[in-house]
């Protein structure tokens, strides 16, 4: 199972960007999809979760302002992020489990400035 997430870089408060996940190596229709988040020096958060069939959800600091979505024929998932914070700076990963391992992506780095 290979996950390359992209779609990070530095925005300005208030903006918006979307990530990307691209999976290989699974039944992508099967998985469940999960973005998570690091702070420097701090373990990972989970951000958002979307279920095999759609179903999704969310941290609290995020809800109402990203959006995790899924595209099954082109095996992507999305984190649409809104609203952007300072506070919502850090490297972003997608991850997903398949036969009863978790795989993570490479992560890739959101920088909001204030």
């Known amino acids: 199972v290979q996950l390359q997430a992209s779609g990070g870089g530095l925005v300005q408060a208030g903006g918006s960007l979307r990530l990307s996940c691209a999976a290989s190596?699974?039944?992508?229709?099967?998985?469940?999809v999960d973005w998570y988040r690091r702070f420097s020096g701090e373990q990972r958060d989970l951000v958002a979760h979307?279920?095999?069939?759609?179903?999704?959800n969310y941290d609290d600091s995020v809800l109402g302002r990203f959006a995790v979505s899924r595209d099954n024929v082109r095996r992507l998932a999305y984190l649409q992020m809104n609203s952007l914070k300072p506070e919502d700076t850090a490297v972003y990963y997608c991850?997903?489990?398949?036969?009863?391992?978790?795989?993570w992506g490479q992560g890739t780095q959101v920088t909001v400035s204030s």
């Open positions: 979307i279920s095999s069939d759609g179903n999704t």
């Open positions: 991850s997903l489990t398949s036969r009863g391992r978790r795989f």
């Open positions: 190596g699974t039944n992508f229709r099967l998985n469940g």
